[in-house]
Each structure stands twice: as structure tokens, then as C-alpha cells.
């Protein structure tokens, strides 16, 4: 059974950066894509980024180029580099694995807070 887990986030001034890392246990198989969402308090989860298996990548509108999803076969892990943080940006933010047949897992998410 594949376990996510996040690390890199944490408190960062407006204007600041991020890179936040997912790794990935377990056996990924017949994976379709891997992924980051976010949910900030109040709202709903929302997608960010996700990169199929053919290194596709896709990002939501609000990313603007400030976001950059990549991942590392080898290492069963996704990460999401994140350049000119905002307040808005402010969200917990969780990888997610999608597989063919198979439920979507997802991490514990880890906490971006973008404030002076």
C-alpha cells in the first residue's frame, strides 16, 4: 500500500520560496499521475499541479508561472517548487498519488503560511 509523505513547508515572507517534497512508500503501480492540491482554511480543496507518467504537467490558473511540479522516478517522489509566495498561497498542501484501478491516496499535508 503507497504512503505519502510531505515535508518542506513552514511560515515564509511574502515574495519568499518554497520547495515542498512528497515522497512516495510502498509500490506505485500503473500510475497515471502524481500530484499537489491545497485546501486554505475555509475553502475546498483545490488542484495546483499534477504530472502524468509521461511527464505531462498540468497547473491551475492561479499558478501563473510561480509554480513548478517535478518528480523523481528513482526516488518515488514528487515535489513542487514554489517562487514569489503570496498571502493567498497560504494553505495546507497535499501530495497525491493516482493510480489506474485504484483509489487516489493522499498525504497529511503540510502547512505554507505566507505572512509578514
Given at each position: 500500500?503507497v504512503q505519502l509523505v510531505e515535508s518542506?513547508g513552514g511560515l515564509v515572507q511574502p515574495?519568499?520560496?518554497?520547495?515542498?517534497?512528497?515522497?512516495?512508500?510502498?509500490?506505485?503501480?500503473?500510475?497515471?499521475?502524481?500530484?499537489?492540491?491545497?485546501?486554505?482554511?475555509?475553502?475546498?480543496?483545490?488542484?495546483?499541479?499534477?504530472?502524468?507518467?509521461?511527464?505531462?504537467?498540468?497547473?491551475?490558473?492561479?499558478?501563473?508561472?510561480?509554480?513548478?511540479?517535478?518528480?523523481?522516478?528513482a526516488k518515488n517522489a514528487v515535489y513542487?517548487?514554489?517562487?514569489?509566495?503570496?498571502?493567498?498561497?497560504?494553505?495546507?498542501?497535499?501530495?497525491?498519488?493516482?493510480?489506474?484501478?485504484?483509489?487516489?491516496?493522499?498525504?497529511?499535508?503540510?502547512?505554507?503560511?505566507?505572512?509578514?
Amino acid at each position: 500500500q503507497v504512503q505519502l509523505v510531505e515535508s518542506g513547508g513552514g511560515l515564509v515572507q511574502p515574495g519568499g520560496s518554497l520547495r515542498l517534497s512528497c515522497a512516495a512508500s510502498g509500490s506505485i503501480f500503473s500510475l497515471r499521475a502524481m500530484g499537489w492540491y491545497r485546501q486554505a482554511p475555509g475553502k475546498q480543496r483545490e488542484l495546483v499541479a499534477v504530472i502524468d507518467s509521461g511527464d505531462r504537467r498540468h497547473y491551475a490558473d492561479f499558478v501563473k508561472g510561480r509554480f513548478t511540479i517535478s518528480r523523481d522516478n528513482a526516488k518515488n517522489a514528487v515535489y513542487l517548487q514554489i517562487t514569489n509566495l503570496k498571502p493567498e498561497d497560504t494553505a495546507v498542501y497535499y501530495c497525491n498519488v493516482d493510480q489506474w484501478g485504484k483509489a487516489p491516496v493522499w498525504g497529511q499535508g503540510t502547512l505554507v503560511t505566507v505572512s509578514s
